[in-house]
Nanobody, 122 residues
Framework: QVQLVESGGGLVQAGGSLRLSCAAS????????MGWFRQAPGKEREFVSA????????RYADSVKGRFTIDRDNAKNTVYLQMNSLKPDDTAIYYC???????????????WGQGTQVTVSP
């Protein structure tokens, strides 16, 4: 069982930056691939980024590539999402998730946080 708690969301102007954190409980955090997803009002939840458990391989959605960076600190049971050059289209609830296997689809993730709101004003 893994419990995830996101933090770091907020209101920022376009072009600004935010850093999201996701703290995980449990002693097996390092064995999970970690992902970030987002859901805007009226839209389906979409993949943002993911990182493998040990090797540190990353994947990004095309819409955030070059602007967002995922990282994890297994010693602190925490995964981060650094978001730069934010755009109004990035406005959404951001969720972190844990998967026992490498995946970029939401259905493949086993545990989810409650989400943190990110709002980017024009």
């Amino acid at each position: 069982q893994v419990q995830l708690v996101e933090s770091g969301g907020g209101l920022v102007q376009a072009g600004g930056s935010l850093r999201l954190s996701c703290a995980a409980s449990g002693r097996t955090f390092s064995s999970y691939a970690m992902g970030w997803f987002r859901q805007a009002p009226g839209k389906e939840r979409e993949f943002v980024s993911a990182m493998t458990a040990i090797t540190g391989v990353t994947r990004y959605a095309d819409s955030v590539k070059g602007r967002f960076t995922i990282d994890r600190d297994n010693a602190k049971n925490t995964v981060y999402l650094q978001m730069n050059s934010l755009k109004p289209d990035d406005t959404a609830i951001y969720y972190c998730a844990a998967s026992r296997s490498w995946a970029t689809t939401a259905i493949s993730y086993d545990y989810w946080g409650q989400g943190t709101q990110v709002t980017v004003s024009p």
